[in-house]
């Protein structure tokens, strides 16, 4: 019985394989949304109800998505606040949790190079992009102080929060903006006061300006009018009388 | 032998110019104190306004600052190491204490007061012949390594010809970039933009605003002046002296606010928290550096001393005189019980 099953499975997969992926899209959708139940299934059980709706209810959802995304575009500090970050993460940072999926026991030193491209999302996305409401912002504070350790002061490393490396970038931008702006605080080196200020040196001082420029006169005396000596003008041309043109 | 003699000669004057320049500058650093050591110039530096920079100024404000070494070596966000453990003797943690005091005093070390300084617009040469030789600006910095940034030539050649000093702005960008400063940034942060000292003001982190701006500017700059003094106007106006207390900035504060005659707040929370020494001295303070005022010759006529000083200024300088009067009243109160209590006991 269940061979049939799989040979009929493999020659639809041979087939048409893009009826698969709409579908798996359509549950990567539905888990990212909160407050969903994620659809498992399995891609050899096609549900007749879902093979002619595929079109509508893919809509629907990206128009939720979109929807969600808009929400907290303006500011995304209130999501912290709201009743389903709460739910879903409590007091635990965003990244609380999350694993990485990796060959062996050691994991990858750099983590993925960005969990989506386009419209397509990664399966076990980063800590960040698996949640659209979760925006990376400079003035969203109470996020970025979650990827700063309250010991040292420094930004996490992204093997351990699990976030790509685009999102480690976009947090580290963040982070400085922030510092640069006066919103989040950090370490100020001691400076010493040893240098003399009293600006006696030429280098910073009143230097005098030069005569030429205090009379009025031009800088270079040939940036002027220059009248020649006449009885030079005649011994030069004495010299070169036979060259002189008539 | 008529050279050698004109060389001697040239050598000895460019000596005694070096020597000129030298004592110059120590006589600037050392302030008004070697100058005067004299009785007759004690009369000439009584009338002259005492600065910033003088001996007995500087004690005051090092003693109104105090020192606190819990806040002074608070954990900062640093490296992590695995802590160290010393077993000492009484005699050695008392060893200890006195170098970690002697710490905070290198630390606690007050930032300069000084005058803004005057723009440069020197020009050096005018060469009309280079006028539109090139559509950039070209900019001559003197990159020798042992000399002080104050002494170094930096000069323009402008698009028209004009070969001019660099201005204050064009100085500080300059040397940080050929001679990088840890901390400080190209373009001024962010922060020092008045709607966001507003922000940071109200998270209460003068403190911080003040150490990034001792680290960003040079003390005669414009921006420095500025921020400080948005800075000192927002703790006198929400009465948070004690932010600063026990860090490099209060002497500054202090001094803000005695040259200023704004000194009353800062009184008035220094006796709430008790410290009656520290508000006789910056009375004695304010009465030093206004000399001409009421309360400074009534104090002078008296020979007060101590509370006397207080009572004197509350009558005379005060606006809000009634917290001052109270105090006063209970601390005599409480120091006529005790010494009641001790004729009866003894």
């Known amino acids: 019985m269940a061979a049939p099953v799989r040979h009929i499975a493999k020659v639809l997969f041979r087939l048409s394989p893009s009826v698969f992926h709409p579908l798996r899209q359509n549950e990567s959708f539905l888990c990212r949304l909160p407050g969903r139940p994620c659809l498992a299934s399995s891609p050899f059980i096609i549900p007749h109800h879902l093979y002619c709706k595929a079109a509508s209810s893919q809509t629907k959802d990206s128009a939720q998505a979109l929807e969600a995304l808009s929400r907290y575009k303006e500011k995304p500090w209130d999501y912290l606040e709201s009743e389903e970050y709460i739910e879903r993460y409590g007091t635990s940072p965003v990244w609380a949790g999350y694993r990485r999926n990796h060959k062996g026991g050691i994991p990858p030193q750099k983590t993925r190079k960005t969990c989506i491209r386009g419209d397509k999302i990664c399966g076990n996305p980063c800590p960040i992009c698996r949640d659209p409401n979760v925006i990376v912002h400079h003035q969203n504070v109470k996020l970025l102080q979650q990827f700063i350790s309250p010991q040292t002061g420094m930004v996490y490393d992204p093997t351990r929060t699990g976030v790509c490396m685009k999102q480690q970038k976009l947090i580290t931008k963040a982070v400085n903006t922030a510092q640069d702006q006066g919103l989040l605080p950090f370490q100020i080196p001691h400076v010493e006061f040893s240098e003399d200020f009293s600006n006696t040196h030429d280098a910073v001082g009143k230097t005098p300006p030069p005569p030429s420029l205090r009379s009025g006169d031009s800088w270079y005396k040939w940036y002027s009018d220059i009248t020649p000596d006449e009885t030079e003008v005649a011994k030069v041309k004495k010299l070169y009388r036979a060259y002189l043109k008539k | 032998m008529a050279a050698l003699g004109t060389a001697r000669w040239l050598l000895r004057s460019y000596l005694c110019v070096k020597h000129v320049q030298k004592s110059h500058r120590a006589s600037v650093k050392c302030g008004v104190r070697t100058l005067c050591s004299g009785t007759q110039c004690s009369a000439h530096s009584d009338s002259a306004k005492p600065k910033f920079t003088d001996a007995a100024v500087q004690d005051i404000l090092t003693r ?7 806040k002074v070596f608070r954990p900062i966000k640093q490296e992590l190491k695995p802590p160290t453990y010393k077993l000492m003797t009484d005699e050695q943690l008392e060893q200890a204490v006195a170098v970690a005091t002697e710490q905070a005093k290198k630390l606690l070390q007050m930032p300069p007061v000084l005058q803004e300084r005057t723009p440069i617009n020197d020009v ?11 559509t950039a600006k070209y900019v001559f910095t003197d990159i020798t390594y042992n ?11 402008e698009t028209n010809g004009t070969l001019r000093k660099a201005t204050w702005k064009e100085r500080d960008r300059l040397v940080q970039v050929y001679f990088p400063k840890e901390g400080r940034k190209l373009t001024a942060p962010l ?4 709607d966001n000292l507003k922000i940071v003001f109200s998270q209460d982190r003068h403190e911080d605003v003040l150490d990034l701006c001792l680290v960003q500017f040079d003390p005669d700059s414009s921006e420095f002046i500025r921020v400080h003094t948005t800075t000192y106007e927002d703790v006198e106006k929400h009465g948070k002296y004690e932010l600063l207390h026990s860090t ?5 504060l202090a001094w803000y606010l005695v040259t200023a005659r704004r000194v009353d707040g800062l009184i008035e929370d220094m006796l709430k928290r008790e410290r009656l020494q520290d508000a006789v001295s910056l009375v004695s303070l304010f009465h030093m550096v206004h000399p001409h005022s009421e309360s400074a010759q009534e104090a002078a006529s008296q020979q007060a001393t101590g509370t006397e000083l207080l009572k004197i200024y509350a009558q005379k300088e005060s606006q809000r005189s009634g917290y001052i009067e109270l105090v006063l009243q209970a601390h005599e109160q409480t120091a006529a019980e005790g010494s009641a209590a001790r004729l009866t006991c003894s």
Do not use: A, N, W, Y
């Open chain 2, 124 to 134: 050096l040469s005018e060469d009309k012949i280079l006028d539109g030789m090139d």
């Open chain 2, 147 to 157: 000399i002080p940034h104050r002494e170094r030539f930096i000069v323009v050649r």
């Open chain 2, 64 to 70: 109104i600052t105090g020192l606190d070494l819990q």
């Open chain 2, 191 to 194: 922060i020092f933009k008045q």
């Open chain 2, 248 to 252: 490099r900035h209060f002497g500054g």
